[in-house]
């Protein structure tokens, strides 16, 4: 007689939850009766292995660093991958937190006929992203060494013009006319500092530079950045971010998505409307991205609304 592990381990499975690790992988997989038929622990260079003997069905994975590429690859191999967002598989998860648990309660979102799962990205997507990601980090290390700039400044008693420009323009006039003030080790600092500004200047329009091309080679961006106010930066994230848009109905979906709604908490039949809830994507609605705006778009207020952009992302 076959054994009660065996008599499970034949039954055909319909779903299966992959938790996602650095190194290691554990696999929970349901049958059509809804009964647990699969528990399995693999290593990451084994995936592949894996799922060439399972039949093909549903894979739900939890949205992380790697599910996109875990995802075109189990496609490839006849499977139906969907990306859970990890909030959708939150209310899932029973008893205490551990790899199987999470490996199941993926496995039971994953077979939710109303949600909404995550859009599967393609290379030149994740290259667009990994670019923005890039360019966003060295922005924010160019913010701290000019805040760092001023904040010597300030301790000597200077204080300069906001903005960076006007920093520039009169640095070097204030260490030349004020050495009586500065020491001369805190003058040799911020001219480190200064230097390390412009490096992280030519930096930042090198990969900037690259996003231009890559805006220019893209029928998609090409097709956003025919609405007034939509330069290379915004077109290609946006395109890094939900591809041609299919994952959004109306245009108000994509504004959620965005964050540009009011936080709600309504009940019994009262419509309570909040503050905008800042949700959703934090980088498009950015001071990264508003230098490209023209003057008359560049204030909150006056900039046209998102949702008519979905709209132009249609092929």
């Not at 554990?26 to 009964?35: E, Q, S, T």
């Not at 592949?48 to 549903?58: M, T, W």
């Not at 393609?122 to 990601?133: P, T």
Request: charged share 25%; net charge positive; proline share 6%.
């Amino acid at each position: 007689m076959k054994s009660g592990t065996e008599s499970k381990m034949s039954l055909p499975v319909v779903v299966i939850g992959v938790d996602i690790g650095k190194e290691v992988f554990h696999l929970v997989g349901f049958a059509a009766d809804g009964k647990i038929t699969l528990r399995r622990r693999i290593r990451r260079l084994g995936l592949k292995d894996a799922f060439e003997k399972l039949p093909p069905c549903i894979v739900a994975m939890e949205a992380c660093l790697s599910a996109h590429f875990v995802s075109r690859t189990l496609r490839a191999l006849g499977h139906e991958p969907r990306i859970v967002p990890a909030i959708y598989v939150k209310p899932f998860v029973k008893g205490q937190k551990n790899d199987c648990n999470d490996a199941e309660a993926i496995a039971e979102a994953g077979l939710r006929p109303n949600l909404r799962f995550v859009q599967e990205k393609s290379q030149d997507q994740l290259d667009l992203q990994a670019c923005h990601r890039v360019r966003s980090r060295l922005v924010s290390r160019r913010t701290a060494t000019i805040n760092q700039i001023r904040a010597f400044l300030i301790e000597q008693g200077i204080a300069v013009r906001a903005g960076p420009r006007a920093l520039r323009k009169s640095l070097f006039p204030i260490l030349e006319n004020r050495k009586d003030e500065i020491s001369p080790r805190m003058a040799k600092l911020i001219r480190g500092l200064y230097d390390d500004w412009c490096c992280l200047d030519e930096r930042i329009e090198t990969i900037t530079g690259e996003i231009e091309i890559l805006s220019r080679s893209e029928a998609k961006c090409r097709q956003l950045m025919s609405v007034p106010g939509v330069g290379p930066l915004i077109s290609t994230a946006m395109v890094a971010a939900i591809g041609s848009g299919e994952a959004f109905e109306p245009g108000r979906d994509f504004a959620a998505w965005l964050g540009l709604v009011p936080r709600q908490y309504s009940t019994g039949g009262r419509s309570i409307l909040g503050r905008i809830s800042k949700r959703g994507s934090k980088y498009l609605p950015s001071a990264d991205l508003d230098d490209e705006l023209p003057p008359h778009c560049a204030h909150p207020r006056r900039r046209r609304g998102l949702g008519s952009l979905r709209g132009s992302l249609r092929l």
